[in-house]
T-cell receptor
Framework: AQSVTQPDIHITVSEGASLELRCNYSYGATPYLFWYVQSPGQGLQLLLKYFSGDTLVQGIKGFEAEFKRSQSSFNLRKPSVHWSDAAEYFCAVGDTGTASKLTFGTGTRLQVTL | GAVVSQHPSRVICKSGTSVKIECRSL??????MFWYRQFPKQSLMLMATSNEGSKATYEQGVEKDKFLINHASLTLSTLTVTSAHPEDSSFYIC?????????????FGPGTRLLVL
């Protein structure tokens, strides 16, 4: 069964500092990987996704993620964090079968200090 | 593009009543929609997969008679919480998979907060 681990429950960074959120997955085949962001009381917004090809994926809001098969990782990065980036971030792996179900990590809450 | 709406955004009901939550894909057709449940400060738990024109597929441990799902059209799926109890209070989120685009991408609605008194 597929699984996703986000080792950091809570991260605090200063505005303008760089950010890296960790995500490790377990999946038998080539995974479909996603990062979503959730603001308090809101649904999830897709930041970026990886299906195949270039292992460095660019997303919205200046985020990027790198797929590293050897490390089973898909870490999310941003070179300079803005206060509006404070939110909950979820990494997910997609089932490549017909249902395409998503398995989510437990999330990382990002706090940005001014 | 790829906008998903949910209605209502929040609902308060009495114990024993039923509540219906709608999930709509506004600008694309969705043969498959998913219903998730999220507890405070926790991740999303998949409840069921809703397929247009057929019965929903429920995840293990989810009561199909309590959480009724109907996917009558390519743009609408409904979740009805029957005989609601306080323990059903939660944040319910739906997602829809774009039929025309990459099938593996799910677009999420804004969620519905249910409080059962």
């Amino acid at each position: 069964a597929q699984s996703v681990t986000q080792p950091d429950i809570h991260i605090t960074v200063s505005e303008g500092a760089s950010l890296e959120l960790r995500c490790n997955y377990s999946y038998g085949a080539t995974p479909y990987l996603f990062w979503y962001v959730q603001s308090p009381g809101q649904g999830l917004q897709l930041l970026l996704k990886y299906f195949s090809g270039d292992t460095l994926v660019q997303g919205i809001k200046g985020f990027e993620a790198e797929f590293k098969r050897s490390q089973s990782s898909f870490n999310l990065r941003k070179p300079s964090v803005h206060w509006s980036d404070a939110a909950e971030y979820f990494c997910a792996v997609g089932d490549t079968g017909t249902a395409s179900k998503l398995t989510f990590g437990t999330g990382t809450r990002l706090q940005v200090t001014l | 593009g790829a906008v998903v709406s949910q209605h209502p955004s929040r609902v308060i009901c009495k114990s024993g009543t039923s509540v219906k939550i709608e999930c709509r894909s506004l600008d694309f057709q969705a043969t498959t929609m998913f219903w998730y449940r999220q507890f405070p400060k926790q991740s999303l738990m998949l409840m069921a997969t809703s397929n247009e024109g057929s019965k929903a597929t429920y995840e293990q441990g989810v009561e199909k008679d309590k959480f009724l799902i109907n996917h009558a059209s390519l743009t609408l799926s409904t979740l009805t919480v029957t005989s609601a109890h306080p323990e059903d209070s939660s944040f319910y989120i739906c997602s829809a998979r774009d039929r025309q685009g990459t099938r593996e991408t799910q677009y999420f609605g804004p969620g519905t907060r249910l409080l059962v008194l």
